[in-house]
């Protein structure tokens, strides 16, 4: 999960935005590897 937290900071400071962190960093990510998981191709 770690990396996918990575990778929404990443995005963050991307798009200009202030990066995400603690709680809702760790929601987020747990989401995002849901979604990914779960995706039918």
Known sequence: ???VSDELRE???RRG???RSGG???AD???ALLL??????
């Open 24 to 26: 809702r960093l760790q």
């Open 36 to 41: 990914r998981v779960t995706d039918q191709p």
């Open 1 to 3: 999960m770690a990396r």
């Open 29 to 31: 990510a747990f989401l």
């Open 17 to 19: 935005e202030e990066p």
């Open 11 to 13: 995005d963050d400071v």
